[in-house]
């Protein structure tokens, strides 16, 4: 572990915490200029996904990049497997070792930089069948590759 640099991330976020006025869109500055321009820590292109990843996430988008930088693939990822055996599990685990997590494949994966605003503000944007992120067939081949595996069933109170 490499307790210097945690020090200096550290002080960098306090920093940032306590003198960082202007709401959200002047943090995403301070971010920049912080880790992309000052320190390199992450490059212009890896902080604009974070950034367009940012605003599909519930939340202040500055919160969310704030999470974000330094972690290249999420920290965990829950998959159910009730009724799965062994064999199965370790297929799952495989596949999702397979797919990229990062934001620029999250991104690439569902076409977020393809413009679709007018549709969207129009039609709205959750629960259109035709939206890329809403396409069930991104999970499909690991379900349907492990049919013996079933959701729980659900307990009536």
């Known amino acids: ?5 945690i020090g200096e991330t550290f002080l960098v976020f306090l920093r940032l915490g306590c003198f960082s006025f202007g709401g959200p869109v002047a943090h995403l500055g301070y971010f920049q200029e912080a880790f992309v321009t000052r320190r390199r820590w992450i490059t212009q292109e890896r902080f604009a996904d974070l950034v367009a990843l940012s605003h599909f996430l519930p939340g202040p988008s500055s919160s969310q990049v704030g999470y974000a930088i330094g972690v290249e693939q999420p920290v965990a990822i829950h998959v159910q ?3 799965a055996s062994v064999d199965q599990q370790r297929q799952i685990r495989r596949e999702l070792a397979e797919r990229d997590f990062s934001p620029k494949g999250i991104i690439e994966r569902l076409t977020l930089r393809t413009p679709i605003f007018e549709r969207t503000a129009r039609e709205g944007h959750v629960g259109r069948a035709n939206l890329p992120w809403e396409k069930a067939q991104r999970s499909e081949p690991i379900i349907t590759s492990h049919t013996t595996c079933r959701p ?3 307990v009536r109170s």
């Not at 572990?1 to 640099?5: G, L, Q």
């Open 152 to 154: 729980p069933k659900r």
């Open 1 to 5: 572990m490499n307790f210097k640099r």
């Open 81 to 83: 497997t009730t009724g």
